[in-house]
């Protein structure tokens, strides 16, 4: 028991050597011992090993997706922390409700088999959140996405992600359809007008994509396809000039040196964060990261590659890319359409946001305002994700058992 404890041959002890080294270096910077580190440590190890070993006990699908995860959300933590302790302790919190999330879906996902049957049910949640935040939404950072309920702020759209999953996923599995295709289009782009009022660009572009990846794979109809693919672009081109937030964004992207103390300060201080931790980093706690506004949230990227290098850099980029080839190997794996449906659209969620805040802040695409998966601080985007998490877990299990019975 204790030599498998502490072996190197378990993923977990190698997530628990890495936050121990971290928390260490946290807990004597400032050049006294923080006693406070520890305890997050504790906490951290104890949520991560708990769900992972329960995980083991009660699914027989793919585990190597939640130790993918554990270790993007420590790093998360730790850097997370050394911004701002006080921070750090409440992305505790919401880990430890996105692990309840993930087993609560989970659970629900697995047992409720009349899912696939609820099209219009996901279409009405949608709307239904959609004008709650349009009547009840706050404006924060430039986005009216936000409702605030008893002091506590929440992003409906971080849940809408996972409705548009599973509305398209009914609609393409069911045989008699409630509406025919022009229907859903016109839900989807109801959908995508509903984001722009709010300004929430980031969240249009991954509905966008995931749609239209979906779109692609499983419409027959081909020529609604290519009109749709020829629409965006026009609707994208219009938006740049009818809409000046979009006008704002594609100039920082392109001229941000001529704009450095007004539009283009973002992208210019994440530059810098960026170029100054060369290849291994200035050392958690060394740099300066705090020159970014946002940093514990849209810029978290820039932070890591600041104080862990390029090279930590690469290695969250990896660990993406990690997960969303496992998450494509449980689609393409899959027998069951709905859930085939339900892996690709999760498994694109998580894949495009990720690229499109890393690709923002080091300059590669215009910068848009959403989290990093896993690692930025807020409650909505962990717990989101961890619920969608959950979700792959059940449709990895179904082709885990499509493969046993194909190999038997």
């Known amino acids: ?48 090993y708990i769900s992972n070993y329960a995980l083991l006990k009660i699914s027989p699908g793919d ?45 629900f996902t697995k047992h409720v088999p009349l899912l696939r049957k609820w099209t219009i049910v996901y279409a009405a949640l949608s709307f239904a959140l959609f004008l ?21 702020s929440f992003q409906p759209t971080e849940f809408i992600k996972i409705l548009l999953v599973f509305l398209l996923a009914s609609y393409y599995t069911l045989n008699k359809k409630p509406f025919n295709t022009y229907w859903l289009l016109g839900i989807i782009y109801a959908f995508i007008g509903f984001l722009f009022i709010q300004r929430d660009l980031g969240t249009v572009m991954i509905f966008y994509f995931v749609f239209m990846t979906i779109f692609y794979i499983f419409e027959e109809d081909r020529k609604l396809v290519y009109y749709n693919i020829l629409g965006a672009l026009l609707i994208g081109i219009a938006g740049y000039f009818a809409v000046s937030h979009v006008q704002v964004r594609i100039t920082a992207w392109l001229e941000p040196w001529k704009y450095a103390d007004s539009m283009g300060y973002q992208i210019i201080q994440s530059l810098i964060a960026i170029a100054s931790g060369g290849f291994f980093g200035t050392g958690i706690g060394l740099g300066h990261p705090e020159f970014i506004p946002e940093v514990h949230t849209d810029f978290i990227f820039s932070a890591i590659c600041e104080e862990m290098g390029i090279l930590g850099g690469i290695g969250v980029i990896m660990l993406f890319m990690i997960l969303v080839y496992r998450g494509f190997k449980i689609a393409l794996n899959q027998d069951d359409r709905f859930f085939k449906i339900i892996a690709l659209g999760i498994t694109t969620i998580l894949g495009f946001q990720a690229f499109i805040i890393i690709g923002g802040v080091i300059k590669m695409i215009p910068l848009t305002g959403v989290t990093l998966p896993f690692v930025s601080y807020g409650g909505s985007s962990l717990i989101s994700s961890f619920a969608a998490l959950g979700i792959l877990q059940v449709a990895s299990e179904k082709s885990q058992t499509a493969q046993e019975g194909s190999n038997g």
Do not use: C, E
């Open 132 to 152: 709650a935040t349009l009547v009840l939404g706050v404006k924060i950072k430039g986005s009216t996405n936000w409702i605030q309920i008893a002091g506590h």
């Open 1 to 48: 028991m204790i030599r498998k404890l502490l072996s190197y041959k378990i993923p977990q002890n190698l997530i628990l050597t890495i936050d121990i080294m971290a928390i260490l270096l946290l807990s004597f910077y400032g050049g006294s011992f923080d006693s406070s580190v520890l305890i997050l440590g504790v906490l951290l190890s104890l949520i991560i």
């Open 63 to 107: 585990h190597y997706m939640f130790l993918i995860i554990s270790m993007l959300v420590s790093i998360g933590v730790i850097v997370i922390y050394r911004l701002s302790p006080d921070y750090g302790f409440r992305q505790v919190k919401w880990f430890g409700l996105g692990i309840a999330a993930y087993f609560a879906f989970y659970f």
